[in-house]
C-alpha cells in the first residue's frame, strides 16, 4: 500500500451513541461547501466481509474478540485497497466513521491482546487526523433508541471508553466534548479538521 496520496485521511471514533455517524456526515456537508472533494465511509465497509460483520456479528451471535479482530482487519484491508485509497490518490478528504481505533478499543475492551491487536492492522494507513467523540457509556446508551448491537452493552461500553480515553493520552486520538449540543460539536470538529488541512497544505 505504497501508493502516493494527495488528499487526507479524517477519522471519527467513539463509543455507539456518541453521535459520530451523524458528525461524520455533517463534516462531509461543510467541507463540501467550502469546495473540498469529499469522500464519506464508514467501517464496517460495504464490502463482502463488511456485510458478514454487519450481518452476523454485530446483529447474529457474539463471536470471541479474535474472530471479531481478525474478521475487522480483513474489512479495512479491502476498505482500504478498494475506497479509501483510491479517494485519497485522487486528492480528495476521505472522512471516515471509525478505523483501526475501534478494533483498538473494542476488542481490546473485551480481552484482545493490545500487541495482537497492533500486530494484524499493522497494514493500516494511519489518518492525517483521527478524532474521539467522548461521552459517558450511559449518555450513549441512553441515545440508542433502535435494537442494539451485541457490542452495545453499558458494561462493555464504559470499558470501550476507557480504551479510547487511553488513545487520547498516547496522542493517537483527539478529543472532542461529545454531551455538547449537535451544532457546537460540529462547529468544533469542523475547526480541528480545516486545521489540520491548513497544516498539510490542502
Not at 467513539?14 to 463540501?32: M, P, V
Not at 490518490?89 to 500487541?115: E, L, M, N, T
Amino acid at each position: 500500500m505504497n501508493r502516493p496520496l494527495k488528499g487526507a485521511f479524517i477519522v471519527l471514533e467513539g463509543g455507539d451513541g456518541c453521535g459520530k455517524t451523524t458528525q461524520a456526515r455533517a463534516l462531509y456537508s461543510a467541507l463540501r461547501h467550502q469546495g473540498y472533494k469529499v469522500h464519506l465511509t464508514a467501517e464496517p465497509s460495504r464490502s463482502t466481509v463488511g456485510r458478514l460483520i454487519r450481518r452476523r456479528i454485530l446483529h447474529g451471535r457474539k463471536a470471541s474478540p479474535e474472530v471479531e479482530a481478525l474478521l475487522f482487519a480483513a474489512d479495512r484491508f479491502l476498505h482500504l485497497e478498494s475506497e479509501i485509497l483510491p479517494a485519497l490518490a485522487d486528492g480528495k478528504i476521505v472522512v471516515c466513521d471509525r478505523y483501526i481505533y475501534a478494533s483498538f478499543a473494542y476488542q481490546g475492551a473485551q480481552g484482545g491482546d493490545s500487541h495482537w491487536l497492533r500486530e494484524i492492522n499493522r497494514f493500516a494507513v494511519r489518518p492525517n487526523l483521527a478524532l474521539y467523540l467522548d461521552v459517558p457509556a450511559e449518555m450513549g446508551m441512553s441515545r440508542i433508541k433502535r435494537k442494539k448491537s451485541v457490542l452495545e452493552r453499558l458494561e462493555l461500553q464504559r470499558r470501550v471508553r476507557d480504551e479510547y480515553l487511553r488513545l487520547v493520552q498516547t496522542g493517537e486520538l483527539t478529543l472532542v466534548d461529545a454531551t455538547q449540543p449537535i451544532s457546537k460539536v460540529g462547529e468544533n470538529i469542523l475547526d480541528l479538521v480545516t486545521r489540520r488541512l491548513r497544516k498539510l497544505g490542502i
